[in-house]
């Protein structure tokens, strides 16, 4: 009778298929390279089953790995990412072969210091302040025990040794006491030099900066909750213009923005608690949120959306059409962000206006900003909800006439204004029309099924699908073809893009795949040029795909291209990838019952690229071999 296998003999059963569904083609690629550059030690194995280990990446990690009830591994880690990331699979990748080369994996002993390291149930232990229950009452019951004299002695044996405790002591005094000039100046300081380094973070090798604004946090709600508003408010501008500053020249994913960004709520409530003027309040946070080009003040945002006294924001409004009426205007026509700074401004102006009830005046100023700015998508957008529909199709075609042109964005707004409109008044032929000209402007699939809807309600869809289908093969205009049954939409018709080439191959193959007309799909695909297999805007697996039950073969032929393309790029991580189109083309030819021709085509890959070793374990994966040798 066969031992039973006991639970770390089952990484001895994991297949290189296992391996990715577990933690994916780059994490594998990634944690392969850790595993050969030596960078896993100590490996042991635990009382139940599992691995740990040591592994050096931008810090030393403590990395445990564990086979869950599905048979594939998880991992824990004190990495940032924590959770099966390249760490674990270096350990994985490290005890395989040591299992192929018969080295011993020795046990890990019970006191294993890396165990308590990741012994978290996803529960933080700790309060607010980082200490621990127990340790608090450690801390308690030494502390109780001691006299005044004593307590006094200890302190300051613990602030000769910790400056920063020194420190924080002497700030506290400051705060109690009233006298916070010199603590203002220090954190003023403090403020310019942590904003002096821009954030960085390099996330392949798991590396960067990121400045600490903690303790900035931590004084400024210190100060609050002594009630100094106003030393808090001196502050808070500063960390704003500096904030701001090292956001624009971070290069990081908005983990400096995040930091600088939690400050702000302190800030906030200070603005809220002070004795400023309502309105004094409300342009202090405007000021900074339109000094924001990030999401730095995003609290201060919030602040302007809260409710306010009426008074506040009728004050406030003025202030900002004076302020609007005061501002230059632009260089030139195409001074986009002048504009954009001007639309800011008057988005608020408007905000005012609606809060202070003065909703009369909103149309007019959105009106004489139109064409200071290009904003007619605003106005049209408030002309439509006023139901002055006749005002906004005014605007739009004067829009389109002045910008629609130069400015596509905009174009193409005024027009989706357009459609709204003929929408609400159920003009189903003028909506389709609208839409089949959006599709001739840029054609897609996407394009073509938004026709549909207004098409089918004017119970025209039929010739007009007919119609687009001929422009997207010939090019000719669907409104110049012989019984096209739409008339005009009111709008200036587009043209022939020059720079497109008929027929639109890709267009066409993603339709016929929408349509599900696998005959179709085959028809256009082979009219692509010879040789040319990428570019033609349409997907290539989904075209095998589309193709595997009519024409098995082409699906697999297809799938077998792409794969061998990939395999020529000579990556692992084009290995990785070239693997899901192999997989897909064995499963087509299993269902075919061609089971021989299957291995034979993977021998022939292997002889080819014998050389290749990443390759040949991505190979094995497909065949579901095990990464090594079973232990009997």
């Known amino acids: 009778m066969p031992n039973k296998k006991t639970l770390v003999d089952r990484f001895s059963d994991l297949t290189w298929n296992d391996i990715e569904a577990w933690a994916g083609g780059k994490i594998v690629s990634r944690g392969q390279n850790y595993q050969r550059q030596g960078r896993v030690t100590d490996l042991a194995v635990t009382d139940d089953g599992s691995l740990v280990a040591w592994v050096d990446g931008s810090a030393r990690y403590a990395t445990r790995v564990a086979m869950d009830e599905d048979g594939l591994p998880g991992s824990t880690c004190t990495c940032p990412y924590g959770l099966n990331c390249k760490h674990g699979v270096a350990v994985v990748m490290e005890y395989l072969k040591r299992v192929k080369n018969n080295r011993i994996v020795p046990q890990a002993k019970q006191d294993d210091n890396r165990l308590k390291m990741l012994d978290w149930d996803g ?60 603590l203002v100046k220090r954190l003023r300081q403090e403020i310019h030099d942590l904003g002096e380094e821009p954030g960085w973070r390099n996330h392949w090798n798991n590396e960067g900066y990121t400045p600490n604004y903690a303790k900035i946090r931590q004084k400024l709600e210190t100060l609050l909750k002594a009630g100094h508003t106003d030393e808090v408010l001196t502050l808070g501008r500063e960390l704003v213009t500096t904030g701001i500053r090292q956001v624009e020249e971070s290069d990081d994913e908005g983990e ?67 302020r609007l009426h005061g501002l230059k205007g632009p260089k ?44 007619y998508e605003r106005l049209v957008k408030r002309l439509v909800e006023a139901r002055r529909y006749d005002d906004a199709e005014t605007w739009i075609k004067e829009g389109l006439r002045d910008h629609g042109e130069k400015w596509p964005g905009i174009g193409a707004g005024l027009r989706d204004k357009m459609r709204e409109i003929r929408t609400l008044e159920q003009n189903w032929p003028v909506v389709a029309a609208l839409q089949v000209e959006e599709f001739v402007r840029r054609p897609s699939c996407h394009a073509f099924t938004e026709c549909q809807p207004a098409s089918d309600k004017a119970a025209v869809w039929p010739p007009v699908r007919e119609s687009l289908l001929r422009y997207l093969e010939k090019g000719e205009l669907p409104w110049t073809q012989k019984g096209w049954p739409l008339l005009e939409s009111g709008l200036a018709r587009p043209g022939t893009d020059q720079r497109l080439r008929f027929p639109l191959l890709g267009n066409l193959i993603d339709i016929a795949i929408l349509e599900n007309k696998p005959d179709q799909v ?6 692509r040029p010879q040789g040319h297999f990428g570019g033609l805007g349409a ?39 070239s693997a899901k189109f192999l997989r897909k083309a064995g499963e087509v030819m299993s269902k075919q019952n061609k089971p021989a021709q299957w291995d034979q085509y993977l021998r022939s890959l292997r002889e080819t690229h014998a050389r290749k070793r990443c390759l040949l374990e991505v190979l094995d994966g497909l065949e579901g071999k095990p990464i090594v040798n079973k232990r009997r």
């Not at 621990?132 to 302190?155: M, N």
């Not at 809260?306 to 406030?316: E, F, V």
């Not at 003065?358 to 100023?365: A, G, K, N, S, V």
Request: aromatic share 6%; proline share 3%.
């Open 123 to 182: 529960e933080p232990d700790d309060d607010e302040n980082g200490m621990s229950e127990d340790l608090r009452q450690d801390i308690d019951s030494f502390l109780q025990g001691k006299t005044k004299s004593q307590l006094i002695a200890l302190i300051h044996d613990l602030a000769g040794q910790y400056p920063e405790m020194a420190r924080e002591l002497g700030d506290r005094k400051q705060v109690i006491s009233g006298n916070t000039e010199a």
């Open 256 to 322: 400096t923005e995040r930091e600088i960004a939690d400050c702000m709520p302190v800030v906030v409530e200070a603005l809220d608690r002070s004795a400023m003027d309502a309105a004094d309040k409300l342009t202090w946070a405007l000021d900074a949120v339109l000094e924001d080009q990030f999401e730095v003040c995003a609290a201060f945002a919030e602040y302007l959306h809260r409710q306010h006294p009426h008074t506040a924001w009728h004050t406030l409004a003025d202030q900002l059409l004076e």
């Open 332 to 375: 030139g026509a195409d001074d986009f962000s002048r504009n954009y700074a001007r639309d800011r401004l008057s988005d608020w102006a408007i905000h005012a206006l609606e809060e202070a009830g003065r909703e009369d005046e909103i149309i007019p100023l959105c009106m004489a900003e139109a064409k200071r700015t290009r904003s």
């Open 522 to 527: 085959l028809k256009w695909y082979d009219q």
């Open 539 to 577: 997907d290539e697996d989904a075209i095998a795909t589309a193709v595997q039950a009519h024409a098995p073969d082409r699906a697999v032929a297809i799938w077998k291209n792409k794969a061998e393309r990939l395999i020529a790029q000579v990556k692992p991580s084009a290995y990785q990838e």
